[in-house]
């Protein structure tokens, strides 16, 4: 089979363009065509990966089936796309500086000098190569960063040396920038995108394909100027307006055939371009036939991109039933028993999402007490359910020390530990457990019920584990159900209170694998567990609201004369 074409994503002028979502939608397209894609993200900073990095600088960590800990950006190209990633689809100057040295130490250089050129270009080319098989017709490579930036030279030495090895037909290089308008002059200004191209052209790389950030699109004119100041074709100037939801950019993308462009640029024949279900998606997402309110508990709610999959597993929990989901976020720190109810009344359903460190763990037990108390469908995901256990633990079973290793390794009655404390539990060599782990379901649970098969896979992220030996007894024995389960090793993976109408928690990540069009089973039915709580509460009122009527009227009737 031949080798697949590349399409390689830069970015200029500031970050945070939405080069993600640039490479994921041109990648919808073209998967739309029926060419097989992938997408890998190389990013130029020096951690050997994000999962250090702290949410409030970063975002979240994306988590893959391997186990590998990712830039978000892996996000949105497993939500565009059927894409389905690995370690090898995210790399960093971090890790590739880690690998060269590695080599250095045990000779593999001959003794040679080790330098920049050509090694660690070599090193980002290998790169792309590991994520280039015969199965995959299109790949695109994203690089983080700003062109112009220190750090960033070296991957795009790497690029220019692929587009010489594979020809101007075996990859394209589309360049996104920004056409900011200056409300004081009234215009667009074009100039920041000439810079940009110009600093790209210093290191060799002439773009095929711009892609301008702008706030509502541009003139005949102002594409014309770009196209001519920057050497690109015209119809190869795409304006990137802003949108009401980031589903809609394939869309617009479309409409000025940027698929077209890279398809001739690439030499490639495909099909004719089959947008419909993506289309039918964006009608649900905005035309919905009611709403539904989720409070989210967590500890880096000031910066949402730390929770970017989990907010879009929520939107696509609602377009599963055409429901708008309003999310409000809750700093967990700011909750406490007094407080709580104001605070958490006017949601539907609370969920509490992962999480690292004990700030704010009492907000957050004080929130899964309300949902339980109150019959608010409920939804922990790995802290969450580690808070959802312990909550009960301390409130209904009587333990009132209940706690987790993690926050108090003095605690009397410790019911998270870490893998390697759990008595009767093999040491995994490691603190963490991380990636795709099976999980058997029970007959008759909400997960389950909401999987509808007995066997699933899903990712984690996480270090302590629930201490099944010594506190599932008792658990179980005051009502609560262990419901998921990772055959063989038997950690716990769900629990749930079938008591209530819906209160779940679970060890892994579910957000990682939701699609909009494929939306994962739990956020689904935990929405509409939700919204049927909102309908419930609304029947309620009007039944109040009528009796009230009822009670007022009939005094006034027995207050009238005869």
């Known amino acids: 089979m031949s080798r697949p074409k590349y399409v390689f994503v830069t970015g200029g002028v500031v970050s945070s363009l939405g080069k993600g979502i640039a490479s994921s939608s041109i990648a919808n397209l073209l998967e739309c065509r029926g060419l097989r894609v992938t997408l890998q993200k190389l990013d130029p900073y020096l951690n050997v990966d994000p999962g250090t990095m702290s949410p409030f600088q970063h975002g979240e960590v994306f988590v893959t089936d391997d186990g590998a800990e990712t830039d978000l950006d892996l996000g949105h190209y497993e939500r565009f796309t059927h894409a389905v990633l690995t370690r090898a689809h995210n790399a960093t100057s971090g890790s590739i500086y880690e690998r060269i040295l590695a080599r250095e130490r045990r000779g593999d250089y001959l003794g040679k000098t080790v330098q920049v050129i050509p090694h660690v270009t070599d090193a980002i080319r ?49 360049h996104v920038t920004l056409v900011p308008y200056i409300a004081a002059a009234g215009e667009l200004k074009t100039k920041p995108t000439q810079h940009s191209v110009k600093e790209l052209r210093a290191l060799g790389i002439q773009p095929d394909i711009l892609v301008c950030r702008t706030e509502t699109g541009f003139s005949r004119e102002i594409r014309e100027k770009i196209a001519s100041f920057c050497d690109v074709d015209r119809e190869a100037v795409i304006a990137a307006r ?34 419909g279900p993506w289309q039918d998606m ?52 700011s909750i406490t028993r ?3 109810a104001g605070q958490l009344e006017r949601y539907d359903g609370i969920l509490v999402p992962g999480g690292f460190g004990i700030r704010g763990i009492d907000g957050m037990i004080e929130a899964v007490r309300y949902a339980r108390v109150n019959d608010v469908p409920y939804f922990g995901i790995c802290l969450g359910m580690q808070m959802m256990v312990i909550e009960f633990l301390r409130n209904v079973c009587g333990i009132r020390e209940a706690h987790s290793a993690e926050f108090d390794p003095k605690s009397p009655h410790r019911a998270f530990l870490k ?24 007959p008759g649970s909400f997960a389950r019920s909401a999987y509808g098969r007995e066997e699933i896979s899903e990712r984690h992220r996480h270090r302590y584990e629930f201490n099944r030996p ?66 419930r509460q609304g029947k309620a009122l009007a039944d109040i609201e009528a009796d009230q009527f009822l009670r007022l009227f009939g005094a006034r009737l027995q207050g009238a004369p005869g």
Request: glycine share 8%; hydrophobic share 35%.
């Open 470 to 535: 010594e506190y599932e007894q008792v658990l179980t024995g005051h009502g609560m159900r262990i419901t998921g389960e990772t055959p063989e090793v038997d950690y716990v993976e769900i629990c749930e209170l079938p008591s209530h109408p819906w209160f779940l928690g679970c060890q892994f990540h579910p957000e990682f694998k939701s699609k909009p069009l494929d939306p994962q089973p739990l956020f689904r039915e935990f929405v509409r567990a939700s919204h049927q709580r909102r309908l």
């Open 126 to 174: 290998e790169q792309i190569a590991k994520v280039s098989t015969e199965d995959i017709d299109v790949v695109l490579t994203e690089i983080g960063g700003t062109v112009g930036d220190i750090e960033s030279l070296p991957f795009m030495e790497a690029l220019r040396q692929v587009r010489q090895q594979v020809g101007r037909d075996g990859c394209v290089f589309v």
């Open 242 to 275: 802003d949108v009401d939801t980031v589903y809609q950019v394939p869309v617009e993308f479309a409409e000025q055939g940027v698929d077209d462009i890279v398809l001739d640029r690439l030499r490639l024949t495909a099909g004719p371009r089959s947008l």
């Open 338 to 340: 007094e407080t709580c």
């Open 419 to 442: 893998l390697r404390e759990l008595k009767g539990v093999e040491d995994l060599g490691g603190t963490m457990r991380v990636g795709a782990w099976p999980c058997r379901l029970t």
């Open 282 to 333: 964006l009608d649900r997402l905005r035309n919905p036939r009611d709403k539904v309110r989720i409070g989210v508990v967590g500890k880096y709610v000031d910066y949402e991109d730390s929770y970017k999959s989990l907010k879009e597993a929520l939107l696509h929990g609602g377009l599963a039933q055409s429901l708008d989901v309003e999310i409000g976020w809750q700093e967990a720190e």
